[in-house]
């Protein structure tokens, strides 16, 4: 049998409208990335673009709004997983005191970035960009103080410098992201 006209065109329409969406929310992200990295030297365009396209077109995102519920969901995403191996860590015998002090500081640390996190969520969801900001600076501040402990003795090697540059990177999208909404 044939497949009608109309079933073939209705394919075609489906596929067009499909990767009309992709390209779109791809626009979106390069876009973003591009303004952000332009006003913020910190911030790494490669990095922005790898971390936002594959969620944000996964989530069907079309405008700054979506993309910014993304941003702030990967970061609490990012904060736990960076948890979970702080945890681990210290489920390590032996530890050298300072070595493992620095770890409990992280751990709490992060344990408050979280809770900051799904305050900034909530207050993105509200539109209270003010807030989303000032709650997602503090998250980010929880980064660069675990990060900084290690640094206070000479010899001490942070385990987690990669994944604190990821959420500090993770946190600058995001509180550019709120910025372009003033
Ligand atoms: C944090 O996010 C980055 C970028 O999306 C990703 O590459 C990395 O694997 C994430 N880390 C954790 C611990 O989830």
Known sequence: ?????????????????FLLGVKSTNNLVTK????MVQSDPQLHYNF?????????????????QGLGLVAANLI??????????????????GLEPFYKGCLLDCQELYSGAIDKVRNTI???KSKDYFS???QGS???DDSITCE???????????????????????????????????
């Open 148 to 182: 900084d402990g290690f640094k206070e003795k000479k010899g001490v090697v942070s385990p987690l410098t990669k994944m604190n540059d990821d959420i500090f990177q993770l946190c600058a999208i995001f509180l550019s992201i709120t910025n372009m909404f003033h």
């Open 76 to 93: 609490k995403a990012n904060a736990s997983g960076t948890l979970s191996h702080v945890e681990k860590l210290l489920k390590q015998k």
């Open 48 to 64: 922005c673009i790898a971390a936002l396209e594959g969620p944000a077109s996964k989530n069907h995102v079309k405008d700054l």
């Open 138 to 140: 503090a998250a980010m």
């Open 122 to 124: 909530d207050a993105f």
């Open 1 to 17: 049998m044939r497949p009608s006209l109309s079933c073939l065109l209705s394919i075609s329409l489906f596929f067009t409208f």
């Open 32 to 35: 973003t990335c591009k303004q």
């Open 132 to 134: 989303a900001n000032i």
